[in-house]
């Protein structure tokens, strides 16, 4: 077969899902009912540690419309559930660990019922000490959250000898960072519908993000084999990594009630409820030491990261490593020291979110790059392009970068956007006149390791079916939340097929109908999903091929699949319509189905030494931010910035920008003014009148560069953007304050008060002295 340029791969293509949801016949979890159907609601603890001495449902049960009330002793199979570490109770047992841990639950004809039944149950509880402060809950004498120590995590990279570089040092700065806890914010709170089936079975339509290791965990809280549980997933309104353990938990729910009750039931979050019981992001301490030449080539880079995992394991072990691999940034230093910790509190826990640990460790190495290069009088570009990863660089854990390292371009790039130097020169000089609107720019540069890397197995399935009218059904393992994977795997297929993405219909994930694909995560969607449908629509490529040689008596070599039609490039008038072949394939017996698998690269890890191959590939991003600060009030308003990312390969470009812009804006609402707060372990916020995330009025300019440096890991060279969108924003916007203002912020959200109160008192200072 010849090749021909591209079919779509690389144009701007409308979403597959687009139109159900504009016009609202897209079906939620929510949206779902079934004759019979019951409501579910669940009774969540008031306190954030204590003893359960007693529970009564004796009054839930003998309440009108109510059909169950269970506790932990009605559960058949395990009580708790986990993917790395198995200790989230489904319901608790013996003790609850933070506001919100789910203790009972009801099953009622209506969802008023059922939430008044729950108040109904009495609890006695034995009000244990508890800890919230994550440092407090590390010391030996401190309050445990579980069985063992608080600190049940310790990741270490260990590169080089860090004594030897603090003494080959010229400049050594020490600096301590943090950040805060977060709300994945998705606008569908957490829903499930739970429906027996024959033989004890159960069918659950949710909005689990990972609908494997959710029938995983399902399958162990029953008791019941795995094939006799199936996870389909409903549409999906967001999760941004937050439906995967609060989701499991709602599912283990559900199902209990269904099978106990023989009715379908479903359970849908209040935002209040999500609020209270969904995990977080990590908030995270970080100490940091750097050494360096005068001329700023780095000798030396130690951290410390303490991450608060809350009351549960939940993903922090994952998050964390990750952390600990990318602690030093996207830098040559010979001599590395990392140490990453996951601790518990009695606080809500925390867990996946895009990003998955590398925003909280960009914010402290980036911040700490502009500082040292203001220490050393260096321009923060100069120092980065003067020590940033280039081709063959080893990083933080000796691996060897494959080609295609492009963070010189993407700095370039983005910098060149922006007039980098001179608008450096322009509002440096102007902090010397007396408006006290000040402005600033800055920067903040990653590299990011692509898919789950070292975590542990990763693969995925896609199946493309084409029909006998030219038409082609394809589903996957892997989810598709919002973000676009669907339109981007149909994308991959119709380059392979010659055909346009108007002809598939994709069908949801079903842990029944398509092999485990693992967790929905990593930016792994177009990587390996996309991977896998690539090799699913070679498959059946090859069978019809064959078949059009025969028909139309020329050589496989010579023809070409494209725009819907498979012609020969010798000569034109020897030609089939796609929709013909198929039906010619279809009365000839020939098989029009492929499965695509695809396993990804090998990698390394030794947990000892924090040292080995950590991914099988890695992708680059900078952001520069362009500020405007109020001096007199603190508002800070983002002016403009522009992302450059080198994404491999854009499978379709209206994505691509989709995923950059949504991510600096999330990025931007964690620099400036997100933060789930929590005292005494109490949320202080329960929905969105009181937790603040920016709006249309506060998003800037924005300003995509697509960077593409083909991988030949990828499918057409593709490789991943959704999480490195949101992990540069912040760090590039608090350094344009800093820029702007004089003031470090080394605290998320950026403490305005802070630099107010700064600018105020030089003012004062100043204008006391010339009265003088």
């Given amino acids: 077969m010849q090749k021909k340029e591209h079919n779509v791969v690389g144009q701007y293509t409308g979403r597959l899902d ?23 609601a669940v009774l969540r603890s008031p306190y954030p540690h204590a003893r359960i001495l007693q529970i009564s449902t004796n009054a839930a049960t003998r309440k009108k419309g109510v059909i169950a009330a269970l506790t932990a002793s009605d559960i058949p199979g395990a009580r708790v559930f986990g993917v790395v570490v198995k200790n989230q109770s489904v319901m608790a047992e013996d003790k609850v660990r933070f506001i919100g841990d789910g203790v009972a639950i009801v099953a009622a004809l209506t969802e008023r019922e059922a939430r008044e039944a729950v108040g109904l149950i009495r609890v006695e509880y034995k009000l244990l000490p508890a800890v919230f ?48 806890r977060i709300e994945h914010s998705y606008l569908e709170p957490e829903a499930a519908l739970a429906l027996p089936l024959p033989g004890d079975g159960i069918k659950i339509e949710c909005c689990a993000q990972n609908a494997y290791s959710t029938r995983r965990s399902v399958s162990e809280v029953l008791g019941i084999p795995m094939n006799r549980v199936e996870i389909e997933q409903a549409t999906m309104g967001g999760s941004f990594g937050g439906k995967d353990e609060v989701m499991t938990s709602l599912c283990c729910r559900a199902a209990l009630l269904a099978l106990k009750t023989g009715r379908p039931v479903k359970m849908v979050n209040t935002r209040e409820e999500s609020f209270l019981e969904s995990y977080k992001r990590h908030p995270y301490i970080l100490y940091y030491k750097i050494g360096a030449k005068k001329n700023g080539r780095l000798t030396a880079i130690e951290a410390r990261i303490i991450a608060d995992a809350g009351a549960y394991a939940s993903m922090s072990p994952f998050v964390t490593w990750r952390s600990a691999v990318q602690a030093a940034g996207p830098y040559e230093c010979l001599n590395v020291k990392t140490d990453a910790f996951a601790v518990y509190t009695n606080q809500a826990y925390t867990g996946a979110m895009r990003g998955f640990g590398s925003p909280q460790v960009n914010f402290a190495i980036e911040s700490l790059m502009d500082e040292l290069a203001q220490e050393l009088n260096l321009d923060p570009l100069e120092l980065r392009l003067k020590n940033c990863f280039t081709e063959g660089s080893v990083t933080a854990t000796g691996q060897k970068l494959n080609p295609g390292v492009s963070l010189k371009e993407v700095l370039q790039k983005a910098a060149g956007e922006m007039k980098w130097e001179m608008k450096r020169a322009l509002y440096e000089g102007e902090k010397r006149n007396q408006d006290y609107i000040k402005r600033g720019i800055g920067l903040a540069c990653s590299y990011r390791g692509v898919s789950l890397g070292a975590e542990g197995i990763d693969a995925a399935a896609t199946v493309v079916s084409v029909q006998s009218d030219g038409s082609v059904i394809m589903w996957s393992g892997i989810s598709d939340m919002g973000q676009g994977a669907q339109t981007a795997q149909a994308i991959i297929a119709s380059e392979v ?86 039906g010619e394939c279809f009365n000839r017996g020939v098989k029009l189905f492929g499965f695509g698998w695809h396993k990804s690269p090998s990698t390394t890890w030794d947990e000892k030494t924090g040292q080995g191959q950590a991914y099988f ?17 603190g508002q800070v308003k983002v002016i403009r910035i522009a992302a450059a990312h080198d994404v491999g390969k854009a499978i379709n470009r209206a994505g691509v920008e989709g995923q950059i812009y949504g991510g600096l804006v999330m990025g931007m609402g964690y620099g400036l003014m997100e933060e789930f707060s929590i005292q005494e372990g109490e949320p202080q916020c329960y929905n969105f009148d009181e937790y603040l995330i920016p709006t249309a009025c506060d998003i800037p300019d924005m300003k995509a560069i697509i960077v593409e440096n083909p991988d030949p890991l990828g499918p057409f060279g593709a490789k991943s953007i959704g999480e490195p969108a949101t992990e540069l924003a912040a760090p590039a916007i608090l350094n344009a304050i800093c820029h702007a203002t004089g003031k470090r912020i080394r605290e998320l959200p950026a403490d305005l008060e802070k630099v107010l109160l700064d600018h105020k008192l030089k003012r004062i200072s100043k204008r006391g002295s010339e009265e003088k």
């Avoid at 590390?138 to 579980?146: F, L, Q, S, T």
């Avoid at 590939?617 to 009030?633: H, I, L, P, R, S």
């Fill in 133 to 180: 402060d994550v440092e407090e809950a590390m010391k030996p004498d401190a309050p445990r959250i579980h069985q063992g120590d608080n600190v049940f995590i310790h990741h270490k990279v260990r590169r080089g000898s860090i004594e030897k570089g603090f003494q080959e040092a010229e400049v050594i700065l020490k600096r301590s960072y943090r950040t805060q």
């Fill in 18 to 40: 687009a139109f159900g949801k504009v016009t609202g016949r897209a079906l939620y979890a929510a949206d779902r009912c079934f004759p019979g159907m019951l409501y579910g």
């Fill in 617 to 633: 590939t890695f992708v680059y991003g900078c952001n520069v931010a362009e500020v405007e600060v109020d001096t007199e009030t």
């Fill in 497 to 582: 097929l010659g055909i346009s993405p108007d002809r598939i219909t994709f069908f949801p994930v079903n842990t029944s109908r398509i092999s485990d694909s693992g967790p929905t995560v990593a930016s792994r969607g177009t990587i390996m999903g996309g991977s896998a449908a690539k090799k699913g629509a070679e498959t059946v490529r090859d069978s019809m091929l064959k078949e059009a040689s025969i028909i139309l008596d020329e050589s496989i070599d010579n023809l070409i699949m494209y725009n819907n039609w498979i012609f020969s490039s010798k000569n034109r008038t020897k030609k089939t319509s796609f929709s013909a072949l198929a």
